[in-house]
């Protein structure tokens, strides 16, 4: 048996399946079934198209309260000389909706008339008069629905093919059908296994991974339109991950097998789809997601394809995107999904693996009219990078990475509109602004930021890559706070500086403090263990100033060049015992059940484009800042004064 990963791009793999799939009658849509038009029609996809049985309307109707008349008998009415028509002869009351008596051909609005009693007066029943009085004539046909204004009977409503929507079944409905023939949806049996899951929602210990890829990957294929069935999870052991398979390939019309399928000594993947069919692909030539495997399953008289989904949560989701939905549309007789796609400039520079297509995650915003994509985590394992996705944009095959400004072209997860309303903030991290950002998408505004410390916001303001930046630096020389940092890397460049917040900064230790760590001289001591920020960050360019004032060598902490991107990342590395300490906040401590040694207090600042200061865009955010309910919500956290929040500390050019 051949369980080692031979990479092949991706159009090949593909292909390999394609032709699969065809030989056993599978490269279609897989079966048609009738259903009632109601409700559990929306979302399905048509088998065949809709023709009108009837037409709608399937009568001449009356578009208004009113009158119905010959319009030819209005042809002299004047507000001089009125006209007056006798009811039930030359005029009969209908109603919106009802049908025109046959020997009309238009209708006067109940308001554009004058009910006449046997006197020639005014009527007290407006709707069974005498006679009306009218004082303009009308062209034939007005205010009314002539039969076939909507659907002609025979006319095609609806294409083979398409999805329902909720106006198509009104549609439907409306052309005299009540029930629909729909392809039927596939069946797709999604097997987790692995000796170290545990299910959503149980307690973990060190070693246990939650398995939540079945859960994506179910619901993938529900919004795809197909039916998921999810299976527990299966032991490591391929005698066993054989018979779930077998199971499963009983009922189902596509497996998708998680986790197992990597190189490694637990390679089961690939044995079980060798034993139990054909493997057509072992490794596919893009990243993340390579180890995929492609195959089919023997189940009584059929072949059932199965795809070996890799077990990293981005990889297992974009598994998904390239290889089921495109199965599923087939199988539905639908187009395959074709996002939105646009050109944006990369915000920094991206290293890419040259055999490999790498689908890159990204950020995407307008700043002064140019759309950015900011590149987001690269990790295979971190979920939230697709969370925060706004699209992937996919570097081909020998990219090997591209500058800072290269143009992309990114397939969007959200809509243009939603880009249109985003504020891109670079530079500092500081757990404000997640909260601002929840307070913002309560104002149809999306905060979307990234970390790459205070002096990296800077230069992305210079470089019209951001609308504004969180900043603390602080100037050794002078004691105040980024505005001497914005005059020597912003030159030139109009910008408003916002307060936020005062913060303290200190030691993140863990909560009994086993190595009695009480401030920075301890930092030196070789039993303890340091987690830095990275270089330009505002808490870099604090410790090094305080370092400086105690004439302590950077040299001789352990770990100083050891660098995490925000306050959370270096907690995370004390409460998982790889750091004793390190400098950040105390917001961070807290969430994280860690120990904080406040030990000094600092300015965080906005610094805002002066061209986005005033426009439409950012005045929900500078609204917000000094709403009294925002201010109290950070106030609650620890370590933050909110005195300043809101104020303009200074304007610079």
């Not at 659907?151 to 409503?157: D, E, F, M, S």
């Not at 990597?262 to 493997?279: H, K, N, R």
């Not at 072949?303 to 989904?309: A, T």
């Not at 950015?372 to 990219?399: E, K």
Request: aromatic share 6%; net charge negative; with cysteine.
């Amino acid at each position: 048996m051949s369980v080692y990963l031979r990479d092949i791009p991706l159009p090949e793999a593909l292909a390999r399946l394609d032709a699969a799939l065809q030989e056993v009658g599978l490269g279609g849509v897989l079966g048609v079934e009738e259903i009632a038009l109601g409700e559990a029609a929306l979302g399905r996809v048509l088998a065949e198209a809709v023709w009108a049985k009837i037409s709608s309307p399937h009568y001449h109707a009356s578009a208004m309260d009113g009158f119905a008349v010959r319009a030819e008998e209005t042809a002299e009415a004047t507000t001089a000389a009125p006209a007056v028509l006798a009811y039930g002869k030359q005029a009969g009351y209908v109603d919106t909706g009802d049908p025109l008596p046959v020997w009309a051909n238009a209708v006067i609005p109940i308001e554009n008339i004058e009910a006449l009693d046997e006197s020639g007066g005014l009527s007290a029943i407006p709707r069974q008069p005498q006679a009306i009085r009218i004082r303009a004539a009308v062209t034939p046909w007005s205010h009314v629905r002539p039969m076939g204004e909507d659907i002609v009977a025979t006319q095609l409503v609806l294409p083979a093919g398409h999805t329902l929507r909720p106006v198509d079944l009104g549609a439907i409905a409306a052309c005299g059908h009540g029930w629909v023939r729909v392809a039927r949806q596939p069946r797709v049996a999604v097997i987790p296994t692995g000796d170290e899951l545990v299910p959503v929602g149980q307690p973990v210990r060190a070693g246990d991974i939650i398995e939540y890829n079945s859960l994506v990957l179910a619901t993938q294929v529900q919004t795809w339109g197909g039916q998921a069935q999810r299976f527990p999870i299966t032991e490591d052991d391929p005698q066993v991950i054989c018979k779930v398979v077998e199971q499963a390939a009983a009922q189902a019309d596509l497996i998708l097998l998680n986790a197992g399928s990597s190189a490694g000594s637990e390679d089961y993947s690939a044995g079980v789809v060798e034993t139990l069919g054909t493997l057509l692909v072992h490794g596919v030539a893009i990243r993340p997601g390579h180890p995929v495997i492609l195959g089919m399953i023997r189940s009584g008289g059929r072949l059932v394809p199965i795809i070996g989904v890799p077990g990293y949560p981005v990889s297992a989701a974009l598994t998904g995107e390239i290889f089921v939905e495109r199965l599923l549309a087939r199988w539905l007789g639908r187009p395959a999904a074709a996002p939105h796609e646009i050109t944006a400039q990369l915000t920094r520079k991206v290293n890419s693996p040259a055999g490999d297509d790498d689908y890159l995650r990204v950020t995407v915003g307008k700043v002064n009219g140019k759309m950015l994509a900011a590149p987001l985590s690269r990790g295979a394992g971190v979920i939230t990078s697709l969370v925060r996705a706004d699209g992937i944009a996919i570097l081909p095959r020998g990219t090997q990475g591209l500058p800072a400004g290269a143009e992309i072209s990114v397939r969007l997860y959200r809509s243009p509109a939603e880009i249109e309303e985003t504020i891109f903030a670079i530079g500092s991290h500081d757990m404000t602004l997640d909260l601002l950002g929840q307070f913002l998408a309560l104002r149809g505004r999306r905060l979307v930021s990234a970390n790459v410390g205070s002096l990296g916001g800077l230069i992305a303001l210079q470089r019209g890559e951001a609308h504004l930046a969180g900043s603390h630096l602080l100037d050794a020389a002078s004691g105040e706070y980024n505005l001497s940092y914005i005059r020597e890397y912003l030159p030139g460049v109009p910008v408003k500086v916002v307060a936020l917040v005062g913060r303290q900064q200190g030691l993140i230790v863990l909560g009994d403090n086993p190595k009695k760590i009480h401030g920075l001289e301890d930092l030196a001591r070789p039993e303890v263990a340091f987690i830095n920020r990275q270089r330009g960050a505002g808490t870099r360019v604090l410790l090094d100033y305080q370092l400086g004032l105690k004439g302590i060598a950077p040299e001789s902490i352990r770990g100083y060049n050891q660098e995490e991107y925000t306050h959370l990342a270096v907690a995370a590395a004390v409460a998982s015992g790889r750091a004793d300490c390190g400098m950040g906040i105390a917001a961070a401590a807290q969430a994280l059940g860690l120990a904080f040694l406040p030990l000094f207090q600092e300015q965080y600042d906005l610094v805002v484009l002066a061209s986005e200061y005033e426009g439409s865009l950012l005045a929900p955010l500078l609204e917000t800042l000094v709403q009294p309910a925002f201010q109290q919500a950070v106030a609650a956290l620890p370590g933050y004064d909110v005195s300043r929040m809101g104020h303009l500390v200074a304007e610079l050019e």
